[in-house]
């Protein structure tokens, strides 16, 4: 059976988690590693956070870093945030109550 597809919002969420999990800067490999990604196939995931503000390159010594920028921290806090909701809507319809992941400071209904 083949897992579930993640959607492009929690790929790019996981890409950032793993980045601000490593003090705000990873390179490509450990992120591939985070993500559970290739990095063949995560290239251009990462092209598309550069582009869009949520992570900025640094190159040294032939080495290159991804850093978490305060945009790619808001995207997080927005993301987390309405995952909670949404997951709190889920739960009510079955009986449940779901909660974030540990350590990412949101919790269901937070405003």
């Not at 959607?7 to 490999?29: C, N, Y």
């Not at 450990?30 to 640094?58: C, F, K, N, T, W």
């Amino acid at each position: 059976m083949r897992a579930r597809r993640r959607e492009t919002t929690d790929l790019f969420a996981t890409i950032l988690e793993v980045v601000r999990a490593h003090q705000g800067e990873a390179r490509i490999t450990r992120i591939s590693y985070g993500a559970g990604m290739p990095v063949d196939r995560l290239r251009p995931a990462v092209a598309q956070l550069l582009r869009l503000g949520l992570l900025e390159s640094h190159a040294d010594d032939d080495r290159t870093t991804y850093a978490i920028t305060p945009r790619g921290h808001a995207y997080l806090t927005t993301y987390w945030r309405l995952r909670g909701f949404l997951e709190t809507l889920d739960g009510d319809a079955d009986g449940r109550r779901r909660t974030p992941p540990p350590g990412t400071g949101g919790s269901p209904g937070a405003q």
